[in-house]
């Protein structure tokens, strides 16, 4: 089953929503795109109705893992994530990876503080250093009215420095207060 973008026929890379929105054009088509599109993801979070855009169950995620039938637009891969036990559901998406996640984390951060505006709380987060995977940049937003989004970049530290840059990743979770 394929996933359905929120808006048809607009599917905006990472970059290309930044870009417009870095060049003080401020709310273009694109930024309404992506606002409208994190604000109905919010609603579902909030309203505890993330079963309603569950697809295809996605291999390697113990049946928890779902390929959501709305992608945000921007994101390179996206799955909800609905688990058995008392964890929250949530909707994690690749925003971007490489070289490119770390350059376009201010300009996602803009995005979604402009979708959301004075609504949310926003934090800037710890880095973590734990494990393999490194948290090098975080960015949390969060109110009961409007729900929780965290941005992030990690980065894995097994390998050489250009193995490290090739496995960057930009991530966003939305999630329910």
């Keep these: 089953m394929r996933n359905k973008p929120f808006v048809s026929a607009v599917f905006l890379t990472t970059a290309s929503l930044i870009s417009s929105l870095a060049l003080g054009r401020g709310q273009t088509s694109q930024g309404d795109v992506f606002s409208k599109a994190l604000a109905h993801l919010l609603s579902i979070a909030n309203n505890g109705r993330f079963e309603s855009i569950k697809g295809s169950v996605s ?6 893992g779902y390929k959501p039938t709305i992608l945000l637009p921007g994101a390179r891969d996206c799955l909800l994530w609905i688990y058995r036990d008392s964890k929250s559901p949530s909707y994690r998406c690749l925003m971007a990876q490489g070289p490119a996640a770390l350059a376009n984390y201010d300009g996602l951060v803009e995005a979604v503080s402009s979708a959301l505006g004075d609504r949310v709380d926003r934090r800037p987060g710890q ?6 995977w490194r948290i090098v940049r975080t960015t949390r937003f969060a109110s009961p009215s409007v729900g ?3 941005i992030w970049v990690e980065q894995y530290q097994g ?3 250009r193995a490290r840059e090739e496995d960057t990743m930009l991530n966003m979770t939305i999630e329910k207060f």
């Design 127 to 132: 880095d973590d250093s734990s494990g393999l």
């Design 159 to 161: 390998r050489s420095r």
């Design 59 to 64: 291999p390697d995620t113990d049946n928890e």
């Design 148 to 150: 929780q989004v965290d």
